[in-house]
């Protein structure tokens, strides 16, 4: 820390020394003003101009515009033509934007006059000048905007021109064949044109030793060498001890995750570039300020400059890259040995890359010949195609060792890319052995900038990627903290998180296919003016897509949700809780304001991008037909949810029966209602449902509950005890209500049996089943103990006598007495008869047996039938006994050789059937 300090501190007074030595040098500066030198700058401060009129400006482009090839140095170059002609455009622009409201202005205040008397009419006559003033200044306004429009029309025309020109040029010049330099052409024109060429390259060589020996006089030699020294000291030690305190302060200041590591390269380039590109255009100054220097001179300074500014990004970009000092820090994923042996890479490829573009730029400067910019072009596409060959076989060496070094599989498309290139190379051969040589270093020059592009916009995608996981996701402290304030689940926010990453990814995408095209005769300004005209908008056959208005209407979209949500929580938390409504109400108020809300946002970033009403208009009209088609059932669904919240026949929280389901409805959403039932299962059901079928809602009119009891008794009941019994059990439940109190009724005889109803009241629906249960099981408790019988039915079982058997069995209670017929009903025979159930009575029809005697009586119809015709009836092996429809018979014993076993009433055991050989059992 504390050499970092120290580091810090003698950058902080180099920077000190510089000033204070720029300081000492404008007396000197402004003592020499006038000896005619133009670089001073003391004596050129001057007030600022004013604002260009339109008729300036119009002169301007006439004169750019008129012939081109009349105007200088600056028309003969297209590039400076291009940006001369935008400047008017902006500035016609400006002027446009700034009268605008001026104008506005004056339109109020003629309204506010109102119009002209009619004809025969009088005024006062202020008011009359007034308005003429206003009239003829409000027109002289209006027609300098309309002629500011019209310029920047044909600015935009006439750039668009040149800028076609320009290319149709430069794809001409790239397809120009020159000498091959294999053939004896290209060096006999080279020999040709060398003495010219060098000559020019000794005038430009004398014009800067001249410049840098007056740099170098007495007079100002401290002040040169000491900023030379400071550049020299900011540009290797300033950029070393700037990565190592952003790294220093990154661990210190910035959360531990992945944003630190893509942040931290980010600025370790940015720090290297600027620091670099201070020191060399500081140093350039300096130079300018004690030393007279010619156009060319200055343009070689400044080309200088900005090439080691070049350099330092690409020296930046690959040290952060591979971070050998810090391998936990690094962004690729590249082992540590691969990164220690790629280490001298980025020197590399910077220098070899100046050393491509210094000869084309020294021959622009020279104005040199055509044989001087052929053999440019061969250098440049030699020099750069061996460096990447070069960078290439150096990974192939280390991809060697990729299983020892433990790297994964290359993926196939990396291996495609690698074929591509080398093919790509061989092709560059070819074409400069053709004469091809302006595509050839063109191809050249694209390689290595389509690799320098590539790795900074990965720096910018990781970043990209990185900032919005670490600030929207779930699992970030800003996106913890918007969960807790809006309520958000975490799938929205990492699902938020994710698109805004998406969108991030496609527009730098687009900047990067930008950059791709630089080299493609295109300059940086250029650059900016076309993302600029994608700023202004891509015309879609007739609809106009304008990224500021998509990211105006998704802002829009996002703040106006995020306002609804708000809106909201507070209804849901403060103020609906406050009224007299019931929770069904206040949902339904919530969720009505929720779809309003929703469909005002929507229609403003509609709006926002600039799509009006009729353009809706149309697609409602087309979404119509789909309506009609497939989409129906989906709008019946949503007109019967909004017709369910506005009217209420349901609401959140009533006890509805719909068919056979019935439960809770817990949420009505825009096309289906959730009810929870019973069992804790959820029914969707759509929202029709509710408006064209029958739905009973419990808790409509009243929240209260109805039990329900029927109890059946036999005739010989105490009605009035089980009355008192009956009520006081519903009175003792906690659960049921006092008023409207319990009530009993006796509703009749049905069958020879009392029914009880017992009515209760219960505080709501869904507790009617668990307090029906308790009172069931205390109403039967106190039915026992007070020896009140319920109606229980008896099962008697007969066993039929065979035919030709021995004697009959014995009278049992599940059989008659021996010579009776079986009576349906199976009353005991002789004076072991007793009494029976009155349920055990038949229906009409049925044999009945009489109590007092057990003898069967049967109807007339009956009694006539012949025996044979009723066991002709009768199935085999089965017992002719009639039961009531409500009995339910005991199962017959199997029978096995002839012999039928019955069971005992009140025993465990089966006895024998009177068969052959076998005397009947006597009881007592």
């Not at 670099?276 to 343009?299: I, M, N």
């Not at 980025?346 to 044989?371: G, H, Q």
């Not at 591509?420 to 020059?445: D, K, N, P």
């Not at 069931?776 to 066993?799: G, N, Q």
Request: overall charge positive.
């Amino acid at each position: 820390m504390n050499r970092t300090s120290r580091l810090a501190g003698f950058g902080l007074a180099i920077l000190l020394a510089l000033s204070v030595c720029g300081a000492f040098a404008q007396p000197d500066a402004s003592m020499n003003a006038g000896t005619g030198n133009p670089n001073n700058s003391a004596n050129t401060a001057a007030a600022a101009a004013p604002a260009p009129t339109v008729a300036e400006l119009r002169a301007q482009f006439n004169k750019l515009t008129a012939d081109p090839g009349k105007g200088g140095d600056a028309e003969d170059d297209p590039r400076k033509q291009i940006g001369q002609i935008n400047d008017i455009g902006a500035q016609a622009d400006k002027f446009v934007a700034a009268r605008t409201g001026d104008l506005a202005d004056l339109n109020a205040r003629l309204g506010e006059l109102g119009n002209p008397p009619a004809a025969g009419s009088t005024e006062d006559p202020g008011i009359t000048r007034q308005r003429a003033q206003l009239t003829k200044e409000r027109n002289a306004l209006d027609a300098d905007i309309r002629l500011a429009k019209l310029l920047s029309i044909d600015v935009r025309q006439r750039g668009a021109d040149l800028v076609t020109q320009r290319r149709a040029l430069f794809e001409a010049q790239l397809t120009e064949r020159a000498a091959s330099p294999l053939t004896e052409a290209f060096w006999n024109d080279l020999q040709e044109a060398w003495p010219d060429d060098l000559a020019r390259l000794q005038a430009m060589g004398t014009a800067l030793g001249n410049g840098i020996e007056q740099a170098l006089a007495p007079a100002s030699r401290t002040a040169v060498i000491a900023a030379l020294i400071g550049a020299l000291l900011l540009a290797f030690l300033g950029v070393w001890g700037a990565e190592h305190l952003l790294a220093r302060l990154s661990m210190r200041v910035l959360p531990a995750g992945r944003l630190r590591r893509s942040l931290l390269v980010i600025a370790i380039v940015a720090s290297h570039v600027l620091l670099v590109a201070v020191a060399a255009h500081g140093f350039v100054e300096v130079l300018k300020t004690y030393a007279t220097w010619d156009p060319q001179a200055r343009k070689a300074l400044q080309s200088a400059a900005q090439a080691l500014t070049f350099m330092a990004f690409v020296i930046g970009l690959g040290r952060a890259l591979l971070a050998t000092s810090r391998p936990s820090w690094r962004l690729p994923p590249i082992p540590d040995a691969t990164a220690s042996r790629l280490a001298a890479l980025p020197w590399l490829v910077a220098l070899v890359a100046a050393l491509a573009w210094t000869p084309a730029e020294i021959n622009a400067l020279i104005d040199a010949s055509f044989a001087a910019v052929v053999t440019t072009h061969v250098l440049t596409a030699l020099v750069l195609t061996a460096l990447v060959g070069t960078v290439i076989y150096r990974l192939k060496a280390l991809r060697a060792d990729a299983p020892e070094a433990g790297l994964p599989e290359r993926p196939m498309w990396v291996g495609l890319l690698v074929a591509l290139i080398g093919m790509l190379m061989i092709a560059i051969w070819v074409l400069v052995a053709l004469g091809y040589v302006a595509l050839g270093s063109f191809l050249a020059s694209q390689l290595t900038w389509s690799g320098i592009v590539a790795a900074a916009f990965y720096v910018l995608f990781k970043f990209a990627d990185d900032v919005f996981m670490a600030s929207v996701a779930s699992r970030s402290t800003f996106g913890q903290k918007l969960q807790k304030s809006f309520s958000l689940a975490p799938q929205t926010l990492d699902q938020a998180a994710t698109v805004l990453s998406g969108i991030s990814r496609v527009a730098l995408f687009v900047y990067m296919l930008i950059a791709l095209a630089a080299p493609l005769g295109t300059s940086p300004s250029e650059v900016f003016q076309r993302s600029g005209k994608l700023g202004t908008g891509v015309k879609v056959g007739e609809f106009q897509l304008v990224p500021g208005a998509i990211l105006s209407a998704v802002a829009v979209a996002v703040l106006g949700f995020i306002v609804l949500r708000i809106f909201k929580r507070w209804l849901t938390r403060s103020y609906l809780p406050n009224t007299q409504f019931e929770p069904g109400m206040q949902n339904s108020i919530t969720t009505l304001l929720g779809y309003v809300g929703g469909i005002m946002v929507i229609a403003f970033s509609l709006s926002a991008l600039g799509i009006g009403i009729e353009r809706i208009a149309w697609v409602a009209s087309a979404l119509s037909v789909g309506i009609g088609f497939g989409l129906q059932a989906i709008v019946q669904n949503f007109i019967s949810g909004l017709i369910l919240l506005a009217e209420q026949p349901v609401k959140v929280g009533d006890w509805v029966v719909l068919g056979t389901a019935e439960g809770d409805v817990r949420r009505i959403n825009v096309r289906a209602t959730e009810i929870q039932l019973g069992d804790r299962s959820t029914l969707i059901v759509p929202n029709s449902e509710f408006i064209t079928k029958t739905v009973r809602n419990m808790t409509l009119a009243n929240a209260e509950g109805r039990v329900l009891i029927r109890l059946p008794m036999p005739l010989t009941t105490d009605a009035q005890r089980v009355r008192d019994l009956i009520l006081a059990a519903c009175r003792g439940h906690e659960g049921v209500l006092e008023t409207p109190a319990p009530s009993l009724t006796l509703e009749g005889i049905e069958n020879g049996l009392l029914i009880f109803q017992a009515i209760a009241y219960v505080a709501s629906p869904r507790l009617a089943g668990g307090v029906r249960s308790d009172l069931l099981f205390v109403i039967l408790d106190e039915l026992r103990k007070a020896a009140l019988p319920m109606a229980t039915p008896t099962t008697f079982m007969m066993a039929p006598s065979e035919p030709g058997g021995g004697a009959r069995a014995p009278a049992t209670p599940s059989s008659p007495s021996p010579g009776r017929r079986p009576c349906a009903g199976g009353g005991r025979g002789g004076g072991g008869a007793r009494r029976r159930s009155p349920e055990s009575i038949g229906p009409i029809g049925a044999s009945r047996a009489s109590p007092a005697t057990g003898r069967c009586r049967r109807p007339p119809q009956a009694q006539r039938r012949s025996p044979s015709s009723r066991r002709a009836r009768t199935p085999r092996g089965r017992s002719p006994t009639r039961r009531h429809p409500r009995q339910r018979s005991a199962p017959t014993a199997p029978t096995s050789a002839g012999r039928r076993r019955a069971r005992r009433p009140g025993t465990g055991r089966q006895e024998p059937a009177p068969g052959p050989g076998r005397p009947p059992e006597r009881r007592n």
